[in-house]
Nanobody, 125 residues
Framework: QVQLVESGGGLVQPGGSLRLSCAAS??????MGWFRQSPGKEREFVAA????????YYADFLRGRFTVSRDTLKNTVYLQMNSLRFDDTAVYYC????????????????????WGQGTQVTVSS
């Protein structure tokens, strides 16, 4: 099992930036992902990063506004969010996958087995 602790959410104006962090401990994993969920909507994929080489994967709707990165020494994944919009408001979750689930795509919820507690991001003027 992987323990995940998120931080960095908050209130930001449209066009602003936030950086989320997620510190991991416990079992090894091959990738970490970021998902988000708004009230009344399903949890959706935002971004993922492969841990061994740093390859990144993004949801199409982001259009380059967000960047996922990692610090392997700190076992921490980051989500830099720029040009934030009202519709980015959501609870953001980090997640760690399991090696036996690597046949799922990086954007699939089923790939991930351990989840952070979630951090609220609110974009409002």
């Amino acid at each position: 099992q992987v323990q995940l602790v998120e931080s960095g959410g908050g209130l930001v104006q449209p066009g602003g930036s936030l950086r989320l962090s997620c510190a991991a401990s416990g079992q090894p994993f091959s990738a970490m992902g970021w998902f988000r969920q708004s009230p009344g909507k399903e949890r959706e994929f935002v971004a993922a990063i492969r841990w061994n080489d740093g390859n990144t994967y993004y949801a199409d709707f982001l259009r380059g506004r967000f960047t996922v990165s990692r610090d392997t020494l700190k076992n921490t994944v980051y989500l830099q969010m720029n040009s934030l919009r009202f519709d980015d408001t959501a609870v953001y979750y980090c997640a760690a996958d399991a090696f036996y689930k690597q046949h799922y795509s990086y954007s699939a919820l089923q790939r991930y087995v351990d989840w952070g507690q979630g951090t609220q991001v609110t974009v409002s003027s």
